[in-house]
């Protein structure tokens, strides 16, 4: 649907043409489709010029002949006739009917689609209707249906196989006209006065048409199959007329002696077949981007660590944690790029460390690298140590680093809603955190999971345990959050925007939670915000982070009073008191004015 | 739980009923007269009137189309007239053969296609991505009965180790292992398009899982790789899957169309195909209102299995 907000309300430039053929041209793939089937639409073209026997010519002395005999190339068939010009001249009526009936299907489905999208309401109700009813049938028994009903025949099996495909089209371009049918171009045309058709067609069409394409494209294959299928069942072509399907299920009764006049036509199916489903999926890349199904890059279980990265010495080996000097970049089409540069911090036992920046500064990057959880591709750390206890984190082999992650270093993430698993319950995933790590049987397991819950305030937690996420409240949801990461009493609890997302009292309430139980449990905290009043709150240290670079670090309180950097002066000048909202804007322009001085 | 499937099934009945109006509408269509393909060259004028008479043919069509349904909601499908039996002990006799092809080839293609596109997906790019995108992309390309074809040749014509068609043995069979050696071909073959949709599903499913926080999440946990991957996303991944395994039913049912004529499994589609031939209305029109109805079932089978394996839905 993106494809048509994005190409505005006029159709693709010339230019956007070029690009998207070099595109299609590029993708290996497609292009071996592309020329594939070139090949075979030239010569199902040429098949009149080509020096070929005529195809229905019998010659009973000449029947079954083998592959490779003399004068017939691919052998004969049981009446003696030549199967190489059969298959050219039959490919011809194979693909012929095929793409008309891809034609057909797209003409009248998208009209559906457009009119329905269009109209809205009760026309679009009742027509979709229609459409759903049709798609009940099981696909190929409707186009049994209605052979059965017009008869067999080659124009009858093209109707048939159209209209079982009108649907496809009629959903698509549905979809993609109802969204458009609102959109600010389309009202600006009917305030000026444009009828309803010409506002379709010229208006709203234009954008379809990338969907009608890849809609056509995707389905000619499966056209081109169920047209042969019917053939084949002697509903279709009907002799002395042949297409491949045809072909192919009068040889069958062949197919013990003589083999290839069935196994022939069949590979000719298969070549038409998949060079068009290559190219289709091909165009599907090229005008949809979205759907491109080698977009997504399947993480790895770690971040993807740069073979030569320079590795500080461990600054601070009294520290429980130790970043020393992290680049971590993405790379993207080939090209990397740093999110943040030559990070330094450290954590000492029971500790707590504000990191406080603005989004896309890269706290989450570097907070995220400490364990490798940056997803890869496209993530890599390209430079820095990360010593906890001394030992290099992304020296340690695969299992030792899972074995770290939980117990030793736990995380606490943003948003509870998407960082819990949708469809386990709370109670299983805090069991699964400590079972990760310890060895327990099932009883102790609840009692331990039950517990952990009831700590983080969670009350009747033995009943709340067979709830799933999305049936707490999102404060509840952020305790069980704390709960998993409290399970196995981690040295090191890094905490990537715990509050953010979440109302103001709810947000104190697991500030003081978290608090409590830093003091409880002697744990070093690494929080991660963007607000100064939380870092107030519960910080001892704090490092300020712009642009993927720490620029000022210190003791809180030291910090506050005194910041030496312009934009740290900026983010606490940010941080709204109690009875000092008047002329708040003003005061802080005159921060933003100095920051911004040449 | 039960109040949703109860709700569900009640809102297929005036599914069943526009697949009826469908069925029915298509089969009128039919140009030519039916009472002369039956009466064939005792067509006297006579005779003919007689038929449609009997038929109830001279009525207008919504009236035809009541009288019929009518008679089909109590169980009564009329009388196929080129066999000489009610059309309904024909259909599920058939129709029995046909569920344990379809069924067969529906599990098969689901196990299949979820393990290819599971291991296509935990290793992108490796060689066995590869090479499973290559079978699923030749799978999908190639016409069932040819693959049939071939299969008989090489199976049963050349290595002799499987039967090339037929249900059972005609000699000595009978037995359920008779039946599965019968099945080992045309369930197999069904299955190949179809798996090879869910395979290239579900591996689109499980990269888009992959990336999503609650998977980070199980990670920071400290859950090895192979946990993250099958309790958490393939969990995710399948919910998402579910309902194009319904689709597929009816892909399987129709291609079972194909598979029945290349096997001579004595199915409902094959005949379809012979009722279609022998224009023997009655009997089509029950044989297609039977397997769309069942089609419908398996699509809301597939919602129920989908609702329950996702409480967000559930609620």
Known sequence: MTVATSSGPTPAGSRNQVSAWRLLLNNRLAAVGLVLLSLLVLVALLAPLLPLPDPDATAPAERLQPVLSQGHLLGTDQLGRDILSRLTWGSRVSMAVGFAATLVAAAIGSTIGLVSGYAGGRTDNLMMRGVDMLMAFPYILLALAIVAALGPGLMNALYAIAIVNIPFFARNVRGVTLGLSHAEFVDAARLSGKGHLSIITTEVLPNVLPVIVITMSTTAGWMILETAGLSFLGLGAQPPQADLGSMLGEGRAQLFTAPQVSIVPGVMIFLIVISLNVLGDGIRDVLDPRLRSGALLRPGPRTEVHSDRAQPANGFPSAVLNVEGLETGFVRNGHYSSAVKAVSLHLHPGECLGLIGESGSGKSVTALSIMGLVNSPPGVIRNGGIYLHGDDVHSMPDTRLISCRGSRVAYIFQDPLTTLHPMHTIGRQVEEAISAHQRLDRRALQERSVALLERVGIRDARERAKHYPHQLSGGQRQRVGIAMALANDPDVIVADEPTTALDVTVQAQILGLLKELRRERGMALLFITHDFGVVAEICDRVAVMKDGVVVETGPTQELLADPQHDYTKRLIACVPEIGRGSDFLARVRSVFDAGNKP | ?315
């Open chain 2, 1 to 315: 739980m039960s109040a949703y499937i109860l709700k569900r099934l009640l809102s297929i009945i005036p599914v069943l009923f526009g697949l009826s109006i469908i069925v029915f509408l298509v089969m009128s269509m039919i140009p030519g007269d039916p009472a002369i393909a039956i009466l064939g060259s005792y067509a006297t004028p006579e005779n003919v009137e007689r038929i449609n008479r009997d038929l109830g043919l001279d009525k207008p069509l919504v009236q035809q189309y009541f009288i019929w349904i009518g008679n089909v909601v109590q169980g009564d499908f009329g009388r196929s007239f080129a066999l000489n039996r009610p059309v309904l002990d024909e259909v599920l006799e058939r129709f029995r053969a046909t569920l344990i092809l379809a069924g067969v080839a529906l599990v098969l293609c689901s196990v299949m296609g979820l393990i290819a596109g599971v291991i296509s997906a935990v290793r992108q790019f490796g060689w066995a991505d590869k090479a499973i995108t290559f079978v699923v992309l030749a799978g999908i390309s190639m016409p069932s009965f040819w693959l049939g074809l071939i299969l008989i040749l090489l199976f049963a014509v050349r290595w002799r180790l499987l039967p090339a068609s037929g249900m059972y043995a005609i000699y000595g069979g009978g037995d359920l292992k008779d039946l599965l050696l019968h099945l080992i071909l045309p369930a197999s073959t069904l299955a190949v398009v179809a798996a090879g949709v869910i395979a290239r599903l579900t591996r689109a499913a499980m990269l888009e899982v992959l990336r999503q926080d609650f998977v980070r999440t199980a990670r920071a946990k400290g859950l090895p790789e192979r946990q993250v991957i099958y309790r958490h996303a393939f969990r995710a991944a399948l919910v998402g899957v579910i309902p194009v395994i319904g689709i597929q039913a009816g892909f399987v049912l129709g291609g079972a169309v194909y598979i029945e004529t290349v096997f001579q499994w004595p199915g409902i589609g094959a005949m379809l195909v012979k009722a279609i031939s022998t224009r023997d209305i009655l009997l089509v029109q029950g044989g297609v209102l039977i397997v769309a109805s069942s089609h419908v079932l398996f699509n809301l089978a597939a919602d129920v299995v989908q609702t329950m394996l996702d409480p967000r839905i559930r609620a």
